[in-house]
């Protein structure tokens, strides 16, 4: 997954434009930038990858999320359907705006399940956030559809599945907006940094505003004289941006190395008795960030992951105790603590997130591991690994 492991010569080049112009800003200075508009250009370039009529590069991931949120109109009160396994961010995302995490079931695809958002739907709910995790997508076209039958925003929380496709068709893509993250472990790194994808128009024009203090960009310089809307900072810089370019134009490489590591270690392990795989939905598209498998029951899945970090395996995670990705583990969500007052807290019908029962999910993340596909592994590392990962699962399952 990290673009990091291929860095060099390139992000250098760009990143040298800037600092030789001095102009760190993304916008104005025309003439002292001497002709080099890093954002922008990463822009353009992230719309040639994806097809999306509009892109815009923002600081981070998590304020991808919450702007997309708030372009679509979220705020206080609505109820926005997430998946209980994906990053912190999603939630926090969703809390920033005064609105309601609700979480809904998983599938065997270990993403958000068509079923699962039906079940949570209410009066209130307002969009849905499926996230396609460890670059792996959920069943969007059915998603799409449930959200278009109900009427809701249908925003996809892609910051782990940059490059991923269903059918040809980009992730980010299928509903009203996609949101990506490029900090410094993604598929590609702006060292800090996150984008939304849109076809609509007036969703891109909010997230523009709100993303620069409700600036509305509109004629000379950076066009500041308006002030449509409220906003807040969630701007890039060049700097970020400029790495950002060097490694986006990397994507296809990134990805090319991945499927092939990924496909040695699947087959290593895929006739062993007992494992099977998350299922995705249009496997060629699969970004192939991870490799995650399935063991028959948790007992099982803890004895392997043991065996496999005492063995020397390393980059595998097991989710399932992990206190950045499942929910089990995100206490200070079951208590709501918070520095200031949420203003969530005292809302009717806000779900009790310490006695959420999510059976399927639990039963799914409980039996899961993924390994981390590295780029920078040699072909007789990748060897090595791959007969190891399969002994030591052999004499563990
Ligand atoms: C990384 C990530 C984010 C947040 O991105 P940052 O750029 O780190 O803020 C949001 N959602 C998911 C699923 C992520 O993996």
Not at 64 to 91: N, R
Not at 247 to 269: G, M, V, Y
Request: aromatic residues 8%; negative net charge.
């Amino acid at each position: 997954m990290p673009g990091f492991e291929l860095f060099g010569d390139e992000e250098r080049k760009e990143v040298n434009d800037v600092l030789e112009s001095g102009v760190l800003f993304r916008y104005g200075f025309d003439e002292a930038r001497n002709g080099h508009w890093k954002a922008r250009e990463f822009e353009v370039e992230l719309s040639n990858i994806t097809k999306a009529k509009h892109s815009l590069l923002l600081s981070s991931g998590t304020a991808a999320d919450t702007i997309a949120l708030q372009a679509c109109g979220i705020g206080a009160g609505d109820e926005v359907i997430i998946p209980p396994f994906t990053f912190v961010a999603t939630f926090e995302a969703v809390l920033a705006l005064g609105a309601i995490p609700v979480f809904a079931e998983i599938d065997e695809t270990l993403n958000l399940s068509p079923e699962g958002i039906k079940q949570a739907i209410t009066d209130r709910t307002k969009a849905v956030v499926p996230v396609h995790m460890c670059g792996s997508m959920a069943k969007i076209d059915e998603i799409r559809n449930v959200c278009q039958e109900h009427d809701l925003f249908l925003i996809e929380d892609a910051c782990q599945a940059f490059g991923a496709t269903h059918k040809g068709k980009y992730a980010g893509t299928f509903g009203h907006i996609g949101c990506f993250s490029f900090d410094s472990v993604k598929t590609c790194t702006c060292g800090e940094g996150g984008a939304i994808i849109t076809d609509d128009k007036w969703v891109y024009v909010a997230a523009d505003q709100l993303a620069d203090h409700g600036h509305d960009h509109i004629g000379e310089n950076r066009g500041a004289d308006g002030h449509p809307v409220i906003g807040f900072n969630y701007r890039t810089n060049e700097l970020n941006a400029a790495v950002g370019i060097a490694q986006i134009r990397k994507l296809d490489k990134i990805l090319e190395i991945q499927r092939k590591n990924k496909k040695i270690l699947k087959d290593a392990i895929k006739d062993i008795d007992g494992v099977s795989f998350r299922h995705i939905p249009y496997e060629e598209g699969d970004s192939a960030t991870f490799l995650t498998f399935l063991l028959p029951d948790e007992t099982s899945a803890k004895r392997v992951n043991k065996a496999l970090a005492d063995g020397g395996v390393d980059s595998c995670a097991y989710w399932y105790d992990n206190n950045w990705h499942y929910y089990k583990q995100w206490h200070h969500l079951h208590t709501l603590t918070s520095i200031n007052k949420l203003p969530q807290i005292g809302m009717e019908n806000l779900p009790d997130y310490k006695n959420i029962k999510l059976p399927k999910s639990d039963e799914l993340i409980s039996r899961a591991i993924s390994m981390q596909i590295k780029l920078s592994w040699t072909d007789s590392q990748l060897k090595e690994r791959a007969e190891k990962f399969a002994n030591i699962i052999r004499e563990n399952i």
